[in-house]
T-cell receptor
Framework: ETGVTQTPRHLVMGMTNKKSLKCEQH?????MYWYKQSAKKPLELMFV???????ENNSVPSRFSPECPNSSHLFLHLHTLQPEDSALYLC??????????????FGPGTRLTVL | RKEVEQDPGPFNVPEGATVAFNCTYS??????FFWYRQDCRKEPKLLMS???SGNEDGRFTAQLNRASQYISLLIRDSKLSDSATYLC?????????????FGTGTKLQVIP
């Protein structure tokens, strides 16, 4: 496979469930990102990992817990979510080294519905 | 003032028309600029980076105006397949990992 892949593509969960979103990049990149996209809102950056270290955490509620076991994989663990957390969750990666523009490449997203 | 502002549109243009979008940004220290396109219910895809001297890729031309703090995207000879939402993206960094800010997007509808 090439590019950035995400699983599952669709997820419906209750507020008491625990689930995880998975992202994998096959581009040899060093930085990975989680974004949330809600209707009529711009993409919101949630977390950034650079070389497997979390470097940004944009005041995201603790019910979202990221994990980056290696530079190719990124997870978002979800627990006790709220209906307003329903959104498209996008993973992205970039080269992550200095001296380049570092465009980000996105996965197809996981469309999450919280009941 | 929002960090990145775009006219949400929609811009409805006939095939073959030329259309231009602007995007203003508030952080004068911004270093990197991009245009992405996003089709309905799909992920954003990089359209082009925006360089200081301006750059062109086929029918698409991007310009940066640092003095007035805006970037622009010009699409010539619009095709039906150009219909999408165009996202302006700005970053204070020129390299390394990118803490970027996305605009809300400008919707373009090319009509036959």
């Amino acid at each position: 496979e090439t590019g950035v892949t995400q699983t599952p593509r669709h997820l419906v969960m209750g507020m008491t469930n625990k689930k995880s979103l998975k992202c994998e990049q096959h581009l040899g990149h060093n930085a990975m990102y989680w974004y949330k996209q809600s209707a009529k809102k711009p993409l919101e950056l949630m977390f950034v990992y650079s070389l497997e270290e979390r470097v940004e955490n944009n005041s995201v509620p603790s019910r979202f817990s990221p994990e980056c076991p290696n530079s190719s994989h990124l997870f978002l663990h979800l627990h006790t979510l709220q209906p307003e957390d329903s959104a498209l969750y996008l993973c992205a990666s970039s080269i992550g080294t200095s001296g380049t523009y570092n465009e980000q490449f996105f996965g197809p997203g996981t469309r999450l519905t919280v009941l | 003032r929002k960090e990145v502002e775009q006219d949400p549109g929609p811009f409805n243009v006939p095939e073959g028309a030329t259309v231009a979008f602007n995007c203003t940004y508030s952080n004068s220290a911004s270093q990197s600029f991009f245009w992405y396109r996003q089709d309905c219910r799909k992920e954003p895809k990089l359209l082009m980076s925006v360089y200081s001297s301006g750059n062109e890729d086929g029918r698409f031309t991007a310009q940066l105006n640092r003095a007035s703090q805006y970037i622009s995207l010009l699409i010539r000879d619009s095709k039906l397949s150009d219909s999408a939402t165009y996202l302006c993206v700005v970053s204070p960094y020129s390299g390394g990992y990118q803490k970027v800010t996305f605009g809300t997007g400008t919707k373009l509808q090319v009509i036959p």
